[in-house]
């Protein structure tokens, strides 16, 4: 830049400056501007109510006030009028106590593929515990050739690495396998975002430590007050876990496992062990109550099927969905799928309960385990009528319906991975409804 | 007054201008510079409270009855499992349920899903009681743990649960697992003519 450029940039943005003084340091004008404001503000309101002639189209009252005033400080948060887009946790499955529970994104509501860190679902064992990142440790022991502490800071001076990755819980859909016990795509399969993570490879710092050949299983173990522990097979690990701080651009929020997490690409979500306090290597899982009498799928005959990592490929329409009201005409519908095995490949969309399907557009970018929206333009004539989306990933697994799951799984009490084909229902009066039974 | 900073503030925006500009310059080919410090298993042996549950390894010294058990029980636990862990206020029944799964209702609890007893010690001790974590002596968790199992008739009323002894208990379900072994549907991408979805 040369100077005399700077310098006219210089005095053109002292000029804006002043001119901008002029105005908030002037009471009367101010007062002026908010009057100006309530009146245009009352003519639109007004026009709304009457529903009548468009004739002219009024400058809107935000045009004609001064805006709020930049505080010192601040973390932003969405419009007041977005106040309504929130967790939720489960309507279905109330608990007596809220430290063992989890809440759900709201799966309509959300634009794009990834989800706002305050909108990311949560499960927790015994609660949200409140971690200093400068008391924050993490070890990595058990069959290493040396065993290694890092602190936060230590943790974040290794080159970073950062992906967009979907997170599902396996319980996600529990509700409604057999009954249409959920209203909204929130509820019957919100325990599901997306987001971009940042943080350094398992790899990097399992090798500094120095992995002993014969171990093959590692413990991950977090600092809440569940000390949640899963046992992670080493190949994993190595492939494509990470450490991660941050989600989104910054640090982890404390319900997502603020200051340190696991982050498993395409597995279910409870082995991402949150607050992570330590990677002890092993020969052998460690079979505890979160890998036995939780986490595990029942399958035929009384058994149970344990360390089923993978979330299948799988997809929802969001939007007609649960609780929206559609009329006759253009209808966009729109939605998510997802695979912890690769990219998504194809979704297709049935508009009359599984008889025939048409290819839906995916919208980019389509990313390896990673949320992909869908879209596919309808014209509704106004009949009932039962919609439906069917995912296919790179592998070609094809997503199955409940029906074709029912042959193989015993479909009974706290059923995992319900990765079924989930049909919402269009009834005359357009009122959408669950329709998985 | 204004002037001096706003001066600055040009000058600092140029600089960031100029940063994106020159994208990522030397990042690359250094490897990663080990940060981690040494650490002894001794140093950790606070942390180090897991349980491998088929053998035990990991296990610590210590002994407790199941007539103690009931007493830490009553006094930690009864409040939120209700007395002899049938149910309470908080959490359902810890007791029954063997022999269920193979029903339309399976009823799930530390007798009938554990597949080995030290789990029942290891969450005890890693998560128990809820609201105070880590709190139980290594007696009170293999006390408790005996006083669970005693009530689910895994065990006598006059056990003594040590590392050992706890190993050693068989419990009903134990062959009850299956590794992972999906996929375990051959869905087939139909277009037309295809079976209906079952619901409305």
């Known amino acids: ?437 | 007054m204004q002037s001096p900073k706003f001066l600055w503030l040009a000058l600092a925006a140029g600089f960031v201008l100029a940063g994106c500009a020159a994208t990522k310059s030397t990042a690359g080919g250094s490897p990663a510079q080990a940060r981690g410090q040494a650490v002894s298993e001794a140093d950790l042996l606070a942390w180090n409270i897991d349980v491998r549950t088929p053998d035990g390894l990991g296990l610590p010294p210590g002994s407790g009855s199941v007539a103690a058990g009931k007493a830490v029980f009553d006094a930690k636990c009864a409040s939120c499992h209700g007395a002899a862990a049938a149910g309470g206020p908080v959490f359902g029944s810890m007791v029954g349920g063997i022999g269920s799964f193979k029903t339309d209702r399976r009823v799930l609890t530390p007798g009938s899903m554990y597949p080995y007893a030290p789990v029942l010690f290891d969450y005890v001790r890693r998560a128990m009681p809820m609201n105070a974590p880590q709190s139980l002596s290594n007696d009170e968790a293999y006390a408790v743990t005996g006083y669970v199992l005693q009530l689910n008739g895994l065990v006598a009323a006059d056990a003594v649960m040590t590392a050992a002894s706890l190993t050693a208990v068989q419990m009903p379900n134990r062959n009850g697992f299956m590794v992972d072994d999906r996929p375990d549907t051959a869905a087939t991408r139909c277009m037309s003519q295809c079976t209906p979805i079952a619901g409305k």
């Open chain 1, 1 to 437: 830049m040369t100077d005399s450029k700077s310098s006219r940039l210089v005095s053109a943005a002292r000029s804006e400056l002043q001119a901008a003084g002029s105005i908030t340091h002037d009471p009367t004008r101010r007062a002026m501007l908010g009057r100006t404001a309530a009146a245009a503000a009352g003519g639109v309101a007004a026009l709304a109510g009457g529903r009548a002639a468009a004739a002219t189209v009024p400058v809107p009252a935000s045009n004609l006030a001064l805006g709020r005033a930049l505080p010192e400080t601040e973390y932003g948060m969405p419009s007041k009028y977005e106040a309504h887009v929130k967790r939720r946790r489960t309507d279905v499955l109330v608990n007596r106590q809220n430290f063992s529970d989890w809440s759900m994104t709201p799966l309509h509501q959300q634009h794009g593929t990834l989800t706002p860190n305050g909108l990311i679902y949560e499960r927790h064992h015994s609660g949200v515990p409140d971690i200093d990142p400068q008391q924050h440790r993490f070890a990595i022991h058990g069959m290493v050739r040396k065993p290694l502490l890092f602190t936060m800071d230590d943790l974040m001076k290794y080159p970073s690495v950062t992906r967009f990755h979907f997170m599902e819980c396996s319980g996600n859909g529990l509700t409604d396998w057999l009954k249409a016990s959920s209203k909204t795509v929130q509820q019957t399969h919100g325990l599901l975002s997306c987001a971009q993570w940042t943080g350094v490879p398992v790899s990097t710092l399992l090798d500094e430590a120095g992995v002993r050949p014969e171990a093959t299983w590692a413990l991950a173990e977090g600092a809440d007050g569940a000390a949640h522990a899963r046992s992670i097979p080493m190949t994993k690990l190595l492939e494509d876990a990470m450490i991660v701080y941050a989600s989104n651009g910054e640090m982890l929020r404390p319900e997502n496992g603020y200051p340190l997490r696991l982050f498993i690409p395409g597995w279910e979500g409870n082995v991402s062990i949150k607050w992570l306090r330590r990677i002890k290597l092993g020969d052998k899982p460690w079979h505890l109550r979160s890998e036995t009498a939780r986490y595990t799928d029942p399958m035929p005959d009384g058994k149970w099927r344990q360390f089923s990592f993978a979330m299948e490929a799988k997809s929802v329409i969001t939007s007609p969905s649960g609780g929206m009201n559609v009329r006759p005409g253009e209808i966009e519908i729109l939605g998510f799928a997802w695979s912890g095995l690769g990219k998504i490949r194809t979704v297709d969309v049935t508009l009359d309960g599984g008889r025939t399907w048409r290819e839906a557009t995916l919208e980019e970018p389509v990313l390896d385990k990673c949320l992909t929206r869908f879209r596919l333009r309808w014209k509704w004539d106004g009949t009932p009528a039962t919609i439906a989306s069917r995912a296919i990933d790179s592998t070609g697994y094809v997503q199955p319906t409940v029906e074709e799951i029912r042959k193989v799984r015993a479909i009974t009490g706290f059923v995992q991975h319900h990765n079924g084909v989930f049909p919402w229902s269009i009834n005359a009066a357009g009122e959408v409804k669950n329709a998985i039974a």
